[in-house]
């Protein structure tokens, strides 16, 4: 079944709401990175991989794969939503014991697909589930979410050389294009552009999108299904920190928690925003 | 049988199970002929991917391959796959997925190509990782054995391997015990931990002095990691010194792994022969084993000079 995209854009508003819950007890994290790739998640988990509590374990299962580790709260948000994790297991997020590590550990929560956090890893590994797929002739999709600040990795680039060689059509990468890494805005610590460029050059399938329009985050992952032979790349621009207005843009929001006060700010416009959206809905 | 490298056992045993073991896949990046993984891909095209020069996405495409229930082998020169640790260290051991990193050409019996293709300390940073098992096999029949215990194996393991050809220290029959020590020689004077392929100079050494009236028990081990405490200590304790032999650093090696047992559990005093904390160089194998004192003539004098003089107990 698949979800109209009003109804992804209220999941993922009232996920920026969990998001910023779960940071702010946890006390450290990345907001930025969880709410700029928030609503790409969202499209992609409940619209294409069409995760359920039921088919979490199935072989045959579409796999979402975290390369940027450090977002995995908003993949958090989303298993809960899901009912994959507990609500209330969000609140153990970094804690001693929790299956919610600070980055994903598929050792501890196997609905992860896999550990990430060491940048630049998990689209190599989401290129082997492409392979495999490929070579059990299963109609698999592997999707693959990675940050600007990631591709400046050099594995990154063995695997983007790589995919076009194994034909990896079952292979879609999105790149939380979110302009901001911990040192800086992206364009001053090391530059990718012309991203899409490079990416048409290694032989890929490349859309660009607004990161944050539902619309064309649906149309782009419709078109990202086609089967013929070049892996896809969606190159999606968006905001960092996107849904509270004081973390938009900000690079300070890379990697720090919202204090008390913030986070009550934070929730104010967050929750103002779902209930302006539930009024107009009725 | 004669010399063999046991690179090319790997190969052979490799490409049978082939046949057998459907989830088998093979990779390799640039190095197929060298590390005889193109025995498999010659048979199973389909299932051999040639990474070309990339040994961290070969890392990380066989992590997840192997999350899609295969059986991924890796191979490459063992400093190349193992110098890309950190890639290993999250794609492989933490995420505990079962593939086999075959790392061949190790130590200075690699020869000609010099110390940036040898592998001196490859077992010291694989064994250093938690979920990481570490086999080094010492000839023919314990390579195929090694290979058809990690075909089934459901964890992450490193393979180290020879590119020169090794003396055979075990018949046709040899049964591999995974994690168990091989008593090669029985003796009461001292003991001789050996792996890989100095294990037959280790052993030839060992007679000799035998000769001499010095009686040593020789012990092949194969799987570095886990390493079997319960023997170790307990031959420690019988013999009351011990030598450790490997074509590998000193650092970090099997000699480590032993002293770190030992100083624990049986405090005993003991000498760690191997590559003694220096890089290598170009030269033929036989050459390089003899400048560096691990051939048979080299290991009976270093031998002897421990055993005539043990460290203060």
Redesign the interface.
């Known amino acids: 079944m698949k979800y109209s995209l009003q109804d992804l854009e209220r999941f993922a508003n009232e996920m920026r709401i969990d998001i910023i819950k779960m940071l702010h007890e946890a006390g450290s994290g990345h907001p930025g990175g969880s709410l700029s790739c928030i609503d790409a998640v969202t499209s992609i988990m409940y619209n294409y991989v069409g995760r359920t509590a039921q088919n979490a374990a199935d072989p045959d299962r579409h796999r979402f794969v975290m390369s940027k580790g450090h977002g995995v709260p908003a993949l958090y948000a989303v298993l809960a939503r899901m009912g994959i994790v507990a609500q209330d297991e969000l609140m153990t997020l970094r804690k001693i014991n929790s299956r919610l590590q600070g980055h994903p550990v598929v050792t501890a929560l196997p609905e992860v697909e896999f550990s990430t956090g060491s940048l630049g890893q998990g689209l190599s590994v989401a290129q082997g589930m492409a392979m495999a797929a490929k070579l059990d002739g299963k109609p698999l999709k592997i999707y693959c979410m990675i940050g600007d600040g990631e591709l400046q990795e050099g594995q990154i680039w063995e695997s983007l050389m790589s995919a076009p060689k194994f034909m990896l059509d079952n292979l879609i990468v999105l790149l939380d294009y979110n302009k901001g890494q911990i040192d800086g805005p992206t364009r001053e610590v090391m530059d990718i552009e012309p991203v899409d460029e490079k990416l048409r050059a290694f032989n890929w399938d490349v859309q660009v999108i607004d990161g944050h329009d539902f619309k064309q985050l649906d149309e782009a992952l419709t078109k990202a299904q086609n089967t013929g032979g070049k892996p896809h790349f969606i190159v999606a621009h968006t905001v960092k920190g996107k849904g509270v207005s004081f973390m938009e843009g900000v690079i300070d929001w890379h990697g720090k928690a919202p204090n008390d006060e913030q986070t009550v700010d934070a929730l104010k416009e967050l929750e103002a925003r779902v209930n302006a959206a539930a009024e107009v809905a009725q | 049988m004669s010399k063999k490298a046991t690179r090319v056992s790997f190969g052979e045993q490799l490409a049978a199970l082939g046949e057998t073991n459907p989830e088998i896949?093979v990779f390799d990046a640039d190095l197929a002929k060298s590390t005889q993984s193109l025995m498999f891909g010659s048979k199973y095209p389909?299932?051999f991917?040639e990474?070309?020069i990339?040994e961290?996405?070969m890392?990380?495409?066989?992590?997840?391959?192997?999350?899609?229930?295969?059986k991924p082998f890796i191979c490459s020169f063992s400093i190349f796959v193992t110098g890309r640790f950190?890639?290993i260290r999250?794609?492989i051991a933490?995420?505990?997925v079962p593939v086999t990193i075959v790392g061949t050409h190790c130590g200075i019996g690699i020869g000609e190509d010099g110390y940036s293709q040898m592998a001196l300390e490859d077992i010291s940073i694989m064994r250093s990782l938690a979920n990481m098992t570490v086999i080094q096999p010492a000839d023919d029949a314990e390579t195929k054995a090694a290979v058809r215990f990690l075909a089934e194996y459901k964890h992450p393991a490193f393979l180290r391997l020879t590119r020169q050809g090794v003396e055979q220290v075990h018949g046709e029959d040899y049964t591999f015990e995974f994690g168990k020590a091989d008593e090669l020689k029985t003796g009461s004077d001292g003991v001789i931990f050996a792996t890989g392929a100095v294990v037959y100079n280790a052993l030839k050494a060992a007679e000799q002095l035998e000769s001499e009236g010095v009686n040593l028990r020789v012990v092949n081990i194969h799987t570095i990691k886990p390493l079997d405490e319960e023997h170790i200590i307990r031959a420690a304790k019988e013999t009351g010194f011990v030598l450790t032999i490997e074509d590998h650093s000193i650092i970090g090696g099997l000699g480590s792994a032993v002293a770190e047992v030992l100083s624990e559990h049986a405090p005993t005093p003991m000498k760690r022969i191997g590559i003694y904390d220096t890089f290598g160089e170009s030269g033929t194998p036989n050459g390089l084993y003899e400048k560096y004192k691990l051939d048979v003539k080299g290991l009976y004098e270093q031998i002897k000079a421990s055993v005539q003089q043990p460290a203060v107990a």
């Open positions: 896949v389909e299932r991917f990474m070309g990339q961290q996405n890392i990380g495409a066989a992590a997840g391959m192997a999350t899609m229930g295969k950190e890639t999250m794609s933490y995420a505990d």
